[in-house]
């Protein structure tokens, strides 16, 4: 048996699924990394989040977020319907429970794009499942020539973000992994290196059990 088995789609079913969360401040790439992450893990799935701010030119529904009203948000928050959800910018943004949980039962890794109250949350319930990873900029001003060069935020919004762009990073400690973005194809690089190295840890796979003791019976 090839170590390669024990992180491919062969032995889907016998591995639950992991939690991969990307959290950054804002405009840092983690939407940049994870699409490009999925794009070469097509077993991947991204956990699409539904939110109360408005869509920004080139995002689609469905696809990008779910985008809904204040009312219907909180109905569902309070029926219990996110993993977790969290005011974010005066918006809110959560993770719809049913495609996460169906895709970690089919043992099918899930990518997060979410803040630091989002990644506490979903580690306090499922710790085992977690693989947390924080997504630096080289620096303050790359990170605002970012927001400016994405030109999909006016300058009011832009410096909203930079504002709490240090609130945010203040959680790095939080996380497993700490990747910074300067070089995109290393960062993106480093994101694989990760998720393949994470796949093959051992408690990832209960199999092991049966297989060890069968082996050591031979
Ligand atoms: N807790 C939580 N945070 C989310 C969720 N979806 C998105 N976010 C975070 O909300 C923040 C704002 O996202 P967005 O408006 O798309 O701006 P961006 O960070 O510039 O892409 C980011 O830190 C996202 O990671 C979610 O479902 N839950
Ligand atoms: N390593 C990088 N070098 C230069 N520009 C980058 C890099 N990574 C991402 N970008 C660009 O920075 C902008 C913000 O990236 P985005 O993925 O939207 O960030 P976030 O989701 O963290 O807000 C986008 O225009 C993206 O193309």
């Known amino acids: 048996m090839s170590g390669d088995h024990l992180s491919g789609p062969a032995f889907r079913g016998q591995r639950r699924g992991l939690m ?26 991204l956990s699409v ?18 985008f809904t009203q204040e009312e219907r948000f909180l109905e569902q928050a309070f029926d219990g319907q996110f993993y977790e959800w969290a005011k974010v910018f005066d918006h809110y943004y959560g993770t719809p429970k049913g495609p996460v949980e169906e895709a970690l039962d089919e043992g099918r890794d899930v990518v997060f794009d979410i803040d630091w109250q989002g990644a506490r949350k979903l580690t306090e319930q499922a710790p085992d499942d977690v693989v947390r990873v924080f997504i630096l900029p080289p620096s303050l001003k790359l990170l605002r020539d970012r927001l400016k060069k994405r030109a999909q935020d006016t300058d009011e919004i832009i410096n909203g973000r930079m504002e709490r762009a240090k609130s945010e990073i203040a959680h ?38 049966g297989f060890v003791d069968a082996l050591m019976e031979e």
């Open 172 to 209: 790095w400690g939080e996380y497993d992994y700490v990747v910074v973005n300067d070089d995109f194809a290393l960062a993106l690089e480093k994101l694989n290196q990760i998720l393949h190295a994470e796949r093959l840890r051992r408690t990832r796979h209960p199999w092991l059990d």
């Open 49 to 66: 989040s539904a939110t109360t701010r408005t869509p920004r030119p080139g995002e689609q529904d469905g696809r990008d977020y779910f």
């Open 20 to 45: 991969l969360v990307l959290s950054s401040p804002s405009g840092a790439g983690k939407t940049t990394l994870s699409q490009r992450l999925i794009a070469q893990n097509p077993d991947l799935v």
